[in-house]
């Protein structure tokens, strides 16, 4: 069964669909993928910034927040 991308730290609901546009449907995607990759593609549609989308993806698949408070 598919992880959902919204049960990973950093990904919301807004990123989640963003991901889904551009062919990432579920986190074993977006760890098959990689962060950069898919940074690039969200960057390429116009979706978001491709440096803070990268840090956000990789420290989704770290399990780390890319923002600490």
């Known amino acids: 069964m598919a992880t959902e991308l919204e049960s990973l ?6 990123l989640a669909a963003d991901l889904r546009q551009v ?11 990689g962060a950069q990759e898919v940074a690039e593609r ?8 491709c440096v803070h989308a990268r840090r ?3 420290g989704a698949l770290a399990g ?6």
Do not use: Q
Not at 25 to 31: F, V
């Open 9 to 14: 730290v950093n990904i919301g609901p807004k």
């Open 42 to 49: 969200l960057a390429d549609a116009g979706l978001r910034d």
């Open 56 to 58: 956000a993806l990789e």
């Open 23 to 33: 062919g990432v449907p579920d986190a074993e995607t977006l760890r098959l993928i």
């Open 64 to 69: 780390v927040r890319w923002i600490k408070r």
